[in-house]
């Protein structure tokens, strides 16, 4: 298991282009990036322009938690200490101050998939269900490519049609991190909440429908 930026660096779970997140403990910093210059035990982060800087924020901040996720592995995390920051072309440089840690593995294969999903959005007028896609799924959770913004810790309701196996999810999931794709746009990791055994078991019914039908294909 790789401690520092150099041993992640040669495994390849780090690297320029990687989005993190950055957290701390003035002010309630929370705010996201990605590494464009890796140098020894330093990152120097762009943060992105979607963010609403919280420069104050920033400028009180001595250390920082730096966090991402591997794709079908898990979350990393790892303790850093600030060395600048220049809020006119948003880069944040830091060193690490503390080995990596990993945790949240993933309990369920996750399946990448391209569906139509709907999710609901509120605004004055009370809610509005908006079409979204869905890029992975599993019993626990999915990823969700949201055409508004969202954040983290926040809820969303859900409604997904399992067309394969007959069946749709409908139901309340909470966002557990929000990344930026291309073009801008707002990718939702959301776990589901409270999700029946029924709808656990449809959900593994289609895994295992498309998975069985992609593996067919490939021979």
């Not at 060395?83 to 309990?107: C, V």
Request: hydrophobic content about 40%; some cysteine; charged content about 25%.
């Amino acid at each position: 298991m790789p401690v520092t930026i150099g041993g992640a660096l040669r495994q390849k779970i780090i690297f320029t282009g990687k989005q993190v997140m950055i957290t701390g403990d003035k002010a309630s910093l929370e705010c996201r990036g990605k590494i464009v210059e890796i140098e020894g035990d330093m990152l120097i982060l762009e943060l992105f322009a979607t963010t609403v800087y919280p420069h104050e924020m920033l400028r009180q901040q001595k250390a920082v938690n730096v966090s991402f996720v591997v794709s079908g592995d898990a979350t990393y995390s790892f303790a850093a200490d600030v060395s600048s920051y220049n809020d006119t072309a948003h880069i944040l440089q830091i060193r690490q101050a503390s080995p990596m840690e990993r945790t949240d593995k993933r309990k369920f294969y996750r399946l990448k998939t391209s569906k139509l999903v709907y999710i609901v959005s509120e605004t004055e007028q009370g809610e509005s269900w908006l079409q979204a896609g869905l890029l992975d799924i599993s019993r626990g959770g999915a990823s969700i490519l949201s055409p508004v913004p969202v954040s983290c810790g926040s809820d969303l309701k859900v409604w997904i049609p399992l067309d394969e196996v007959d069946h749709v999810i409908e139901t309340v999931s909470r966002v557990v991190r929000v990344l930026e794709g291309d073009e801008g746009q707002v990718i939702a990791g959301v776990s589901f909440e409270g999700l029946s055994l029924t709808d656990q078991e449809k959900i593994l019914d289609y895994i295992l429908k498309v998975w069985k039908e992609k593996k067919n294909e490939e021979h």
